[in-house]
């Protein structure tokens, strides 16, 4: 089965701080994503990446910074946590084609920015 | 504006029963589309995907059908359990590009 890991079920952290949420998967996907979902407001995509070191901004890019240093592991990074970021943030990976496949997600990391 | 709505937003049914959850989408020009199931607090799982030339596709209890024409999608579960209680979320893509437009979900209640 593909595995889609994400490196912290629950993280704490304080305004101001930088914040480092990592992802990895285990099938070799070209595509991975990084979304963030907030109740009342569904799933928001934050950044894309098709390729390693390869990045696309999302819908609600700002903010955000991202890393694909290696083609499993994809990195969203919080320059400088703020309240507002307080968010549940989803990993998810496919593979590339004329169409996008299945996507595989991880378990979520919920984030609570004090 | 691309759009994918799902109506109702909560379902509640008693154990048992064939159900069909709705997803509707603005534009025809759809190349899939696919749905999920969310436990509470946790990650999204992929139940079935649907090409645009496929007019549906089953898995197990589940099948779920595609209509351009009439921009819809249904997902029939049928027996339904306890266990088949979440959150059910559908996403199509539209156009050459990586992103999905979500729909809202529709949260399932399965009284025993």
């Known amino acids: 089965d593909v595995k889609v890991t994400q490196s912290s079920r629950y993280l704490v952290k304080r305004t101001g701080e930088k914040v480092f949420l990592e992802c990895v998967q285990d099938?070799?996907?070209?595509?991975m994503f990084w979304y963030r979902q907030d109740p009342g407001l569904g799933l928001r995509l934050i950044y894309f990446?098709?390729?390693?070191?390869?990045?696309e901004k999302g819908d609600i890019p700002e903010g955000y910074s991202v890393s694909r240093e290696k083609k499993e592991r994809f990195s969203l990074i919080l320059e400088s946590a703020s309240t507002n970021q307080t968010s549940m943030y989803l990993c998810?990976?496919?593979?590339?084609?004329?169409?996008?496949?299945?996507?595989?997600f991880g378990s979520g990391t919920q984030l609570s920015v004090l | 504006k691309q759009e994918v709505t799902q109506i109702p937003a909560a379902l509640s049914v008693p154990e048992g029963e064939n159900l069909v959850l709705n997803c509707s989408f603005t534009?025809?020009?759809?190349?899939?589309l696919q749905w999920f199931r969310q436990d509470p607090g946790k990650g999204l799982t992929s139940l079935l995907l649907?090409?645009?030339s496929q007019r549906e596709q089953t898995s197990g209890r589940l099948n779920a059908s595609l209509d351009k024409s009439s921009g819809r999608s249904t997902l029939y579960i049928a027996a339904s359990q306890p266990g088949d209680s979440a959150t059910y979320l559908c996403?199509?893509?539209?156009?050459?590009?990586?992103?999905?437009?979500w729909g809202a979900g529709t949260k399932l209640i399965i009284k025993p």
């Open positions: 534009d025809s020009a759809i190349y899939n």
């Open positions: 990446s098709y390729d390693v070191k390869m990045k």
């Open positions: 996403a199509a893509l539209f156009g050459s590009n990586y992103q999905l437009i």
């Open positions: 998810a990976s496919s593979f590339q084609g004329a169409a996008l496949e299945k996507l595989f």
């Open positions: 649907i090409q645009s």
């Open positions: 099938m070799d996907h070209e595509n």
